[in-house]
């Protein structure tokens, strides 16, 4: 038999200890409970700076990081009786109120929220001084189909996303959420996120920088710029993850040799030999400034990135039909005139004019820059450099 | 990241196992297994640490817990204070909160103001410990690319209740826009794309649809349809991409030396084969199931990359060319 409870255990027995009982316990109590702690007391009293107390402020601290809501309150047993520190599970807190399904008519008079729990269970603690300032929840939680199919569904997506730091998360919420639900009250998802092996080497270093993150870490990384096609080793602040266009991105700022550079975004597929700075690993190193935004960083064109020479370029393109009615679909540019064939003439705001002839050559003829006349030029330019490519050996380009 | 066997992940699976395994007819291990992620094998482990426990002290738990385990199921008795699930820790009320904007919570609730609601009411009833600054999130909502015209919800409600879907298509290379009926069989994210997979009735066959070509869609309110058993959606991944080639091809496009390393990190990701040329240039050998996908693929890269053949896909490069050359004047 074992002699030294694991720290599972531990956590177990202060769990159970608390969750049995209706009202505050003192320290002592508690400590005597739990063989781990239980040389902590002596003469009836918590020994100060022992091993216990130190193991047990860190399982406090561990198991309320896992939800299990320890809260610290003063309580009095008796009327007239001396007032005492200790601890109580918040009951209320602690665990999920029944979730039922409820149609359109009982959401609106909140019917469900005073119906009585479905199955018996430990009443509710009420200590003479609860600790807590919330609201107590309703013992029933009312949901109507669409919402709880919103929560379940969507938690499933996001737990699909290849890499997603909070994946593992988002599956242990769509399990407490389903725990009521007879199984029938969700479909399976018809909705598959695809990993390639990009996505699947981000996996692993995504934990790590959603870590680093959090708390704050620099981290040195070795990082391969496409730009200067080289490979050097960068100090970053971490100041956000990004996902998109299937890819992962990191938005960090690179102080090393210009302490007020501005944050840019790094691709983590470009990344190798990440490392956490793990020195005073309780204090950050860095804090992220209120400015900061990082959804300025989602959704840009490469056309729109960079900072230019003044004012960027109003680009004016004519999309022929049917090109014309995808690029209505998916809202590019602004419309500026319709045809009466069908064409549209749209606007785009454009700073970096090779990446936006790109895309425009990439439509394979659907579209074609009207204005500015030199952007018109630049295009008819790339577009006679295509044809040279294609031409027939000994024959006109 | 953790290999399942911390402290923090043994008790996370146990209040999930202990609840469940206290309904009347306990839990089975299998099931338990998969919605945990591990195997039956480590969660009889994880439950013999509770039932060790009683051997060296009773703790505080009631003295007459009873956990059973036999070769299928765990059941538990007088399990006080673990009958129920926990609250949602931070994480995942964050979790839930990045899930509420995502697509499939849209498709079902596409108020995000109802969503927000939601959200407001969860935070305040199912969660331990709310989140006290949303930005201090440590990732951005996932992106899942603009859906200004809903399409891709109503393909996904579509697929979600097995309903036939109309649409209005662009196909690549196309002249004209095609109507088609679609039973979506699945809704699909791949290299930063979302496809609607299924069986097209114009074609007689399953086909993958882009959704940004979709231009519009409207599930029928009646007609339904069954995803066949012989349906797997494995079938059309390749290389962690989408792919259906009923008549595939192959080209080879040669990529100048100052494009070649984006197109060097994009065929290792994508699997495709490729080498290099003495001056630094790459050619890429490309999969192809539609020719003006290479085609306009080619062109994305201006004079810095050429189909080299086959023929067919050069002359077909030379005409799209000339045409564009003709509409600049």
Known sequence: MPTTPSKLQRWLDVVAFLAARRFPVSTEELWEAVPAYAAGVEDGQAKKGSAAERMFERDKKELRELGIPIDTVTFSMGHESEESHGYQLGRKDFQLPYLKLVTEAQAQTGAPGRSPPPRSGPSSSSSSSSASSRAHPSATFGVREPEIAAALDGLREVAEIPGYPLARDARSAFRKLAFDLPPDAFTASPVVHVADAEAEAAAAVLPHLSDALARRKRITVRYHSMNRDETATRTLEPYGLLFQHGRWYLVARDTAHEPDAAPRMFRLGRMRDLEVRAAKPGTPDYTIPDTFDLSAFTGRKAWELGEGDGDPVQARVLFRFPRSAWAERNDLGTLEARTPEGHQLRSFSVRRTDPFLRWVMSLAGDARVESPPELRDAHRVMVDAVRARYAPPGGDA | ?329
């Open chain 2, 1 to 329: 990241m953790t290999d399942g066997t911390t402290a923090a992940d043994r008790l996370t699976r146990l209040l999930h196992v202990l609840p469940a395994a206290a309904r009347p007819e306990g839990a089975a291990l299998d099931e338990l297994a998969e919605a945990l992620g591990t195997t039956r094998e480590r969660i009889v482990e994880d439950v013999r640490d509770v039932t060790d426990r009683a051997f060296y002290h009773p703790g505080g738990w009631p003295d007459d817990v009873v956990i059973l385990v036999d070769a299928e199921r765990v059941r538990v008795q007088h399990a006080v204070g673990f009958d129920r699930p926990v609250q949602l820790n931070t994480a995942e009320t964050l979790a839930l909160a990045l899930a509420l904007r995502c697509t499939s919570a849209a498709s079902h609730l596409q108020d995000p103001d109802t969503r927000a609601g939601l959200l407001e009411r969860a935070e305040a009833h199912l969660s331990s410990a709310r989140p006290e600054d949303m930005d201090a999130v440590p990732t951005a909502a996932p992106d899942h690319a603009p859906d200004p015209a809903d399409i891709r919800q109503e393909v996904l409600r579509a697929a979600r209740h097995r309903r036939r879907c109309a649409m209005v298509y662009l196909k690549s290379g196309d002249d004209d826009l095609s109507v088609r009926m679609v039973d979506p069989y699945a809704v699909a994210y791949a290299r930063g794309a979302w496809y609607t997979v299924g069986h097209c009735h114009r074609s007689d066959g399953v086909r993958i649809f882009r959704m940004d070509r979709i231009v519009e869609a409207a599930a029928a309110p009646d007609a339904t349809f069954e995803v066949p058993d012989s349906f797997d959606l494995g079938t059309y991944i390749t290389d962690g991409g989408l792919y259906h080639a009923p008549h595939e091809s192959r080209a080879r496009v040669r990529y100048a030396p100052t494009v070649a390393r984006w197109v060097r990190e994009r065929a290792e990701v994508h699997g495709d084969g490729w080498t290099e040329e003495p001056d630094g240039a790459v050619v890429v050998e490309h999969r192809v199931a539609d020719p003006s996908w290479v085609v306009s693929h080619a062109l994305q890269y201006g004079p810095a990359a050429e189909i080299l053949e086959p023929p067919e896909l050069r002359g077909l490069a030379r005409e799209v060319v000339e045409e564009m050359a003709e509409g600049l004047g």
